[in-house]
């Protein structure tokens, strides 16, 4: 029992981790109705500017984040002039449709192997920025989780604030790959599953729902971090996917969608 | 149509070319080239021509290869039985990835796609018994009956390779231009709703486009594993996808021919790239798809046909299906 409710508060806490990714997602889609493939690797940049910031330079680690946001941001703040609005500008007064998707997946492909070839393929790890460990009940969280939690929320309600949001969107990706980085690894495609699951978590909520998307990441949280009671754990990444096969083929709007949304 | 004496040029100078040179290595480029490019007009038939955006054809391509080699490892069977079963899988799992798409369009069909692909990379990695986990499956075999090893070797497995992508792409140049189905795709690329009150049996069309570019996705896996040797996970990862879109829009979208002439430029160029650095071929695929997707959508394809009505048929492959997709 005592397991179960440990399973249960790591699930939570990994669920919010996801829902800072997500929400990020869903606010430039909510916005700009551009569904960023290349999400994931603004996150890994900010993991990267991280790395160099406190390993490789020793600068102070609350520098190091903000220089990891800063990165992310003004990568961000290139996207719109260079890829969206040349395309808008083309396509006149006729809809992008998937044409953002195959483009932001070129970016996606395009920024995963030139960290690729500016960092090299190796693991980095980096160490803890804070340590100690919050005591829940039985169980234990690290700060440096807390630490993701409560500065990812303060990001989203600037990101909801100011216009800029695909650079602000990313920023905060970028911001969330610093803070992670010391409980992933780093490594150019550390973003691109975390991708994915924020799809699976957008379409479970309901696309471009911000409360959609928190509730879709706590259940995908939840699922992910139970499964490992009935199934070995290398399985536990499926859990996303089929939750996004299923929801699309018996609900495609989503949990908190309206049934228009397809 | 002045395109077509094009075509037969540059399709019957690939063909031959590496022939004449007759070094292995050429024709190692060469074989290899040819597969990629089946891979990706089968993408073009699916994404291109009817547009339904696939972001998974990297698990087509896997389930091809890996039930061929799986087969061949570790049931003996031969490379036929193999290629046709891979083919016959992935055909199967196409069609039933093709149902959602009858219900969902645009955004949502290609997420479930690229879920899809995840999914079988994930098992992929970690059904050990079978795939041989994170290694893969290697000394499976190659083509039945082909020659030992040597140029005899290179020479045969090219020919049949070639006679094989290009039945394939015969058959997809047919069904297109030469059946109804052809218009149906179109139609549905078009305007579905439209096609639908029309009379088009939108379902069938489908159905048939996602069976036939996943079984000649799996095809062109069954032919690289078999050619290859060696098949593993990364086979099946996302950066497999955004290589053959590539291929697709460098060429120019609903052709079927561009993607494949896309192909083998696009794999001429990273194999050109290995000699600077092996990272910088998918750094060449991104900017690839960003600069076609934005400047140049009707590809390759579309340098000749300027004056043709085919303006904007690069963006409707995808916009016409996309738009309400949001």
């Known amino acids: 029992m005592e397991s179960l409710l440990e399973f249960l508060i790591q699930g939570v806490v990994l669920g919010g981790l996801y829902a800072l990714f997500a929400v990020g997602l869903t606010l430039i889609f909510g916005v700009l109705n551009v569904i960023n493939v290349a999400h994931g690797e603004f996150f890994a940049v900010g993991g990267y500017v991280l790395f160099a910031a406190v390993v490789l330079l020793h600068l102070p680690a609350a520098l190091g984040v903000v220089a990891s946001g800063l990165g992310a941001f003004l990568l961000g703040l290139a996207v719109y002039p260079l890829l969206i609005a040349p395309l808008n500008r083309r396509l006149g007064r006729r809809p992008a449709g998937s044409l953002y998707l195959v483009l932001t997946l070129g970016l996606s492909t395009f920024m995963q192997s030139s960290l690729l070839a500016i960092g090299g393929g190796d693991y980095r790890q980096v160490p803890p920025l804070v340590r100690g460990i919050l005591e829940i009940g039985p169980t234990g969280v690290s700060y440096q989780r807390v630490l993701v939690l409560v500065a990812q929320a303060m990001g989203i309600n600037l990101a909801r604030i100011f216009s800029l949001t695909l650079a602000l969107g990313v920023g905060l990706a970028g911001v969330g790959g610093a803070l992670m980085a010391p409980l992933f690894n780093v490594y150019p495609a550390v973003g691109f599953p975390l991708t994915i699951k924020a799809f699976a978590i957008t379409i479970l909520g309901g696309m471009g729902n911000l409360a959609g998307a928190l509730l879709a990441s706590l259940i995908i949280g939840v699922a992910e971090s139970m499964v490992v009671i009935v199934v070995p754990s290398q399985w536990q990444n499926g859990v996303a996917f089929l939750v996004m096969i299923a929801v699309l083929l018996l609900r495609p709007q989503g949990l908190l969608g309206r049934s228009d949304a397809r | ?326």
């Not at chain 2, 076609?292 to 959508?297: D, E, N, S, W």
Request: charged share 10%; aromatic share 10%; hydrophobic share 55%.
């Open chain 2, 1 to 326: 149509m002045s395109r077509r004496p094009l075509l037969a040029i540059v399709g019957a100078a690939t063909v031959l070319l590496p022939l004449l040179v007759a070094h292995p290595f050429v024709l190692s480029l060469a074989t290899q080239a040819l597969i990629w490019a089946l891979l990706a007009s089968s993408w073009d038939l699916l994404s291109g021509y009817t547009g339904q955006i696939s972001f998974g054809h990297a698990g087509f391509f896997a389930l091809g290869a890996y039930t061929a080699a799986a087969t061949s490892k570790h049931l003996g069977f031969s490379s036929w039985v193999g290629m046709a079963l891979g083919a016959a899988v992935a055909a199967l799992v196409g069609l039933g990835a093709g149902f959602p798409a009858l219900r969902l369009r645009g955004h949502y069909l290609a997420l479930v796609t690229l879920a899809l692909a995840e999914l079988i990379r994930l098992v992929a990695q970690n059904w050990l018994a079978v795939t041989g986990g994170p290694f893969g499956i290697y000394d499976f075999g190659s083509f039945t009956g082909l020659p030992a090893s040597g140029l005899a070797r290179a020479r045969a497995a090219y020919l049949l390779v070639a006679v094989i992508a290009a039945v394939g792409l015969g058959l997809m140049l047919y069904v297109c231009h030469k059946t109804r189905a052809g218009r149906g795709f179109r139609a549905i690329r078009e305007d579905e709703v439209l096609a639908e009150s029309l009379g088009i049996n939108t379902t069938a069309y489908k159905l048939l486009a996602f069976g036939v570019s996943s079984g000649l996705a799996g095809l062109a896996g069954t032919l690289y594993a078999y050619y290859i040797q060696l098949v593993s996970p990364t086979v099946a990862s996302a950066a497999t996808t955004s290589l053959v879109i590539g291929m697709a829009v460098f060429g120019g979208l609903g052709t079927i021919w561009g993607p494949a002439l896309g192909a083998i430029l696009l794999f001429a160029i990273n194999e050109g790239l290995r000699f600077i650095g092996v990272v910088y071929n998918l750094i060449a695929v991104g900017l690839v798809i960003m600069v076609f997707v934005i400047f140049l959508p009707r590809g390759l394809a579309g340098l000749r046909l300027r004056r043709k009505e085919r303006t904007l048929r690069g963006d409707a492959a995808m916009t016409g299906a996309g738009g309400s997709g949001a």
